[in-house]
């Protein structure tokens, strides 16, 4: 009985298994840091960090994080009554607005806006079309700082290429025509470089414009945005992220020697940069409050969907967070301080003014923590790979306090676009970690919507960030 | 070691599950006619039919069809080169045309297109958006078969239901509301209740229009259309389908009494009928060729997508199964005859004038089989339910022919919404039964598209209905 209930289970297993390997290709960025070859760990010190001390304070955490609404209240009220937030919108306004006022209320120390210049992209009404063979409206969405098209829009051939060396094969052969990427997903961080290198790359060999395979293992006529960048020698062409269904009919029409050809219209233009600002609070330290903490997430979110899991969430962990510490009365050595960050998505001002501003005490940073992978579940905290290893092995320590919601993994590297400058810096940087799998599945889209986060699973990144953030602020000596 | 594997096996195997149930849930229909209670198997009577004599046959089937790449070539030029084909839409009409121009040159025998009178409702432009407490686009497709709005479109306040007794409960208060039927989805049998009755149930009550959540376990925003149906004693009012996300924010609003209004646009309308055909084609039986084993699809499809699984694909294998038989010379003692019905979607004209005009020969019709649940891997038939046990037994036999690629099921229930006709009027009638856990995914959608078809599984899917329909043609004595 036993074995055939085993045997049952390994079909099952299969069966399941295989059908994810159809549905989705490697879906989690991160596990590329721990690919090939097999490394020989280094032995790390023994960690110099006590944490009994610590549990009383774990459990105060995660029991309020776990008996709140607090934190899906907000989120819901940032998505459902706010909405996207892109970089020059309204939006972010009234969102950055709305959060002052309320981390106000909270009772959180030094509120306040910073206010930094944000380029404004507008996207304004854009399509594609296919005109001969047949004619078909095909689903598209800009990519973000792209240029626009004339308004009788560019009519080309389009040319399919599945990668950049299939491209230089061709090279002056796509001269005039619409180039068009149809590169699967291998993972974001490989894929990727098509939206943000594809326009350019194109430009070089005279293509008119450019459309992108949206970057994601599953669509369902989903096409996900984001932002690309022109290399500044090269002519710029409009460029738009077009779903894998529209791809794939491409690539089938191109191979069979049907030479479509498309129409694409795109409004998209910079305005005059807008004024926007990063927003601060903090849970003042008590004995050093000088030495800094950094909790944060990005506020700007792309102008489609709602900005829900990016980074929405990140913000309402980062924030809520320190609203718990202040709640619960537990008062850290060290300040914590929270950061949502404006205009991550199309131009990192928030991140690099936060660096400029805060020159002076960038020493002061003891760790800044950036959750912007969504509020899946939380697994712990990547640290950046150049991390010391007695930081490494005291966070480790610290982590075991999560253990119990099983969120104490010290992943071999991370970080966060934001506080990069930080990092760069020298500040030991460090991202929120959480089960990734349906992430790029959402990722920039109009799906990424309040209904896919679940408020125990964001209730639970709060605790682990509080967790994370209370215990690191007020060990006498954290590393 | 083993009992640790095994454990891991476990673990993973749980999550996976666990993740299964977040994504969807219930999603085979067909699953529904095995539930509960445990029924007692009644013994079938043995077979009367010896299958060894068509184990050739059968091997040559199965072999040609999976090194031909004809049925995917078509099904390509189907969904890349016409496009989808609703009832009374030039695409339609132009697929039709190309079918029997094919099936001749393919020298299938008795290629004909019968005229069948069809409903031609266009869809128009259409709109939703929130107008208070926040203006939002959202993302809708009307029903098929609803009546349109005025041109200033229709705008109240909206009013959420998650089933109809909480309508009932509510009764007159939807009164001049739009009301929006948030029914979370359980199978697409159970669920679609709410996408062909809403309407009218809401209208009784007074409600001005109805927006449905799409009947899916799965959505990035994407929106199901499908048939409606009034009820003739109650006020029509507009129906549209909403996402799931649409649905889920409008449920947040109400719950937190935002009471939202909305402004719904549909330009739907009925023109005239229009003339469409069934197209039909078959290998003309050499010794009884007035008996009949029917093998089916529907040509027509919804609006949007490509009508790729549905039915699309269906239609396909019906004809290139007779196609592969011709060019293999196999030539059953009966007569197979393909049609390619009309207007299954939004009407069954197809069906019903098949039945119609073949009134005097529907006791020849030994069987009818109709593949209508996408071309996702085939696992065999599904019998309806009150075919003879004798029936039963002998199909069940026969299947075995299709152990090999496993596709020898012959489940509990079948059949066919195109072969309903024949089947009330006592035909024997059966689905070609496929894997279909994703078909839900995709079904009425922009996202029914030809890369979601596996041209293996297709190439089986064939292959599975050749073996079934020559052995039942050819065989003495079927039953």
Redesign the interface.
């Known amino acids: 009985m036993r074995f055939l209930k085993?045997f049952a289970?390994?079909i099952?297993?299969t069966t399941?298994?295989s059908?994810?390997q159809t549905?989705r290709q490697v879906a989690n960025p991160t596990a590329q840091a721990l690919a090939s070859p097999t490394p020989t760990p280094t032995p790390l010190p023994p960690p110099t960090v006590k944490i009994d001390g610590y549990r009383a304070a774990a459990a105060r955490i995660i029991g309020a994080a776990l008996t709140s609404d607090r934190a899906y209240a907000r989120l819901?009220h940032l998505t459902?009554?706010?909405?996207n937030r892109l970089s020059g919108s309204k939006n972010l306004e009234r969102a950055i607005e709305w959060a002052a006022t309320e981390m106000k209320r909270d009772g959180l120390d030094n509120v306040r806006t910073e206010k930094v210049m944000v380029p404004h992209w507008v996207r304004g009404e854009e399509s594609l079309e296919m005109l001969t063979?047949?004619s078909?409206k095909l689903?598209m969405l800009g990519l973000g700082n792209s240029v626009g098209t004339p308004a009788e829009g560019i009519s080309a051939e389009a040319v399919v290429v599945r990668d950049f060396a299939e491209l230089d094969r061709l090279g002056e052969k796509v001269r005039g025509k619409i180039l068009v990427y149809n590169a699967p997903y291998e993972s974001y961080g490989v894929t990727v470089s098509y939206r943000l290198q594809g326009a350019s790359r194109a430009a070089r060999y005279g293509a008119v414009a450019a459309l992108v395979r949206s970057i994601t293992p599953?669509?369902?006529?989903?096409p996900h945005t984001g932002a690309m960048n022109y290399d500044p020698n090269l002519p710029k062409i409009p460029v738009a992220a077009i779903t894998?269904?529209v791809a794939?009919?491409l690539q089938?029409?191109n191979d069979?020697g049907d030479r479509p050809t498309l129409r694409l219209k795109m409004e998209a233009k910079f305005l005059p940069d807008a004024e926007s600002a990063n927003v601060i609070a903090e849970v003042k330290g008590s004995e050093k409050p000088d030495e800094i903490v950094l909790i944060s997430g990005h506020f700007d979110s792309w102008d489609v969907?709602q900005g829900a899991h990016d980074d929405g969430g990140g913000c309402i962990v980062a924030w809520e967070a320190a609203r718990l510490l202040k709640e619960l009365g537990l008062k850290p050595r060290r300040t914590i301080r929270v950061v949502l960050y404006t205009n991550e998505e199309n131009g990192l001002r928030g991140g690099n003014a936060y660096r400029d501003a805060h020159q002076a005490e960038i020493s002061k940073h003891i760790l800044a923590i950036e959750s912007d992978s969504g509020v899946y579940r939380p697994e712990g905290f990547g640290l950046v790979a150049t991390a010391p290893s007695q930081v490494r092995s005291n966070l480790q320590e610290i982590a075991k306090l999560l253990s119990g919601i099983r969120a104490d993994g010290i992943a071999a590297n991370g970080g966060g676009a934001d506080i990069g400058p930080l990092m760069r810096d020298g500040v030991v940087g460090a991202s929120l970690d959480v089960e990734g799998?349906?992430y790029f599945?959402?990722h920039h889209?109009?799906?990424d919507?309040?209904?896919k986060v679940?408020p125990q699973e964001l209730a639970l990144c709060v605790a682990t960030m509080a967790v994370m953030a209370y215990t690191v602020a007020d060990l006498p000596n954290p590393y």
Chains 1, 2 share one sequence.
Request: hydrophobic fraction near 40%.
């Open positions: 085993l289970l390994v099952f297993t399941l298994v059908q994810a549905q819901a459902d009554h706010i909405g063979p047949v078909r689903q599953v669509s369902l006529q989903t894998i269904e794939e009919f089938r029409m069979r969907g799998s349906h599945d959402i889209t109009p799906a919507t309040l209904d679940d």
